[in-house]
């Protein structure tokens, strides 16, 4: 198995920045509709703190996926796509790309405006993106929740694209983002 891409597959790099940005992300709209629902209270800030943290660990790992996607070749297509399947999983990713640069950073902004610092891990602490501002954090805030639910379409597409190219097509889609996986 290639670290990098080939014309047939992906590489174990690309492969592990799909899987665990999968799961961190899956994990923190999970965590952000958890919180959405509890009363203020001390846990609540504390799961404010871990969905932050793990916001910006999103974010850096977007990037370096973002700039690894550009330093390699992407696999082609299965001939026996056709070409509306092509144009809609280049959307649903050009979406999830999209929103999983939104989503933090429209959260650390909405932190921002609040007036609260965004932490990674009590490591650091981020720099504000904008000055207080209830206006701004408002607006940061609905974009935020707008965000979360067309990540979760996003996501809901993508997966049942996986499946049917795996249950229904029995091609070799998926098998080409896992890492036991074999292309067809």
Aim: hydrophobic residues 55%; glycine residues 8%; aromatic residues 10%.
């Amino acid at each position: 198995m290639c670290f990098k891409n080939t014309a047939e597959r992906f590489g174990l790099v690309a492969q592990g920045f799909h899987w665990v940005i999968a799961f961190l992300i899956v994990g923190m709209l999970a965590l952000g509709l958890y919180m959405e629902e509890m009363e203020r209270s001390p846990e609540k800030f504390e799961l404010y703190g871990i969905h932050k943290s793990f916001g910006i660990l999103v974010l850096a790992l977007v990037v370096l996926r973002i700039l690894w996607r550009f330093m390699n070749a992407t696999p082609a297509p299965l001939p026996n796509h056709q070409r509306w399947e092509v144009v809609l999983a280049k959307s649903v990713q050009g979406i999830l790309y999209l929103m999983m640069m939104v989503m933090p950073l429209s959260g650390w902004m909405m932190s921002s405006a609040g007036g609260h610092d965004v932490a990674f891990f009590g490591l650091f602490t981020m720099p504000p993106l904008v000055e207080k501002s209830k206006e701004i954090g408002e607006i940061a805030s609905e974009i935020h929740e707008v965000a979360a639910w067309i990540m979760i379409g996003a996501i809901v597409l993508h997966v049942a694209g996986a499946l049917k190219h795996k249950l229904i097509d029995k091609d070799g889609t998926v098998a080409r983002m896992l890492p036991w996986g074999h292309a067809k």
